[in-house]
């Protein structure tokens, strides 16, 4: 408001605008309860899922990539320079969650029966937890906003350990 004085130089009345931001509020209120939703969703997957921004930011973490991996969510979201690699692979270096931004062939083939379905890029690769090495199946894609932009990219991780010993087993 602005402020309006009298000839005495004393403020007499105040004038002012006053708007209605209820529904802008509401608008608000529905989209963290809808980011609250997804991540909730997200959180409850079975396979591991992480997700990054366009800078490799990590913004979600899920639980079971928690157990997977040993990292606390609250360790890592937030982080960035690979944060999510050295999780997974013991070193900070791109791995299929940034090959969807733009594939890296050299690093492509340090994992096995890659193939690209639209734009996602699935393979499998032998990850070194603290606890023992473990094969995954791995699958990143990534992220649009309503407009289509890339907003960043989600990568999901399933354990095959117990597949991969049986099919060595049977070799």
């Known amino acids: 408001g602005v402020a309006v004085n ?5 403020p007499r009345r105040l004038v002012g605008s006053v708007f209605d931001i209820t529904d ?3 608008a608000e209120q529905a989209i963290r309860e809808q980011k609250a939703h997804l991540l909730t969703i997200l959180d409850n997957l079975p396979d591991a899922a992480f997700v990054i921004d366009t800078a490799g930011v990590i913004t979600a973490w899920n639980r079971a990539a928690e157990e997977l991996t040993g990292a606390k969510a609250a360790d890592v979201i937030g982080q960035g320079n690979f944060e999510h690699a050295l999780a997974f692979y013991g070193q900070r270096r791109p791995i299929m969650i940034d090959l969807v931004f733009q594939p890296d062939h050299e690093i492509l083939a340090s994992y096995q029966n890659v193939r690209r379905v639209g734009s996602s890029l699935r393979a499998e690769a032998q990850i070194f937890t ?8 791995t699958s990143a894609d990534l992220l649009r906003d309503p407009a289509g932009q890339v907003i960043g990219a989600i990568e999901t991780v399933r354990d095959i350990s117990d597949r991969k010993r049986i ?3 049977l070799a």
Do not use: A
């Open 6 to 10: 009298g000839d005495d130089g004393e």
């Open 167 to 169: 099919e060595h087993e």
């Open 24 to 26: 802008r509020k509401r």
């Open 130 to 137: 603290g606890e023992q090495d473990r094969w995954v199946e």
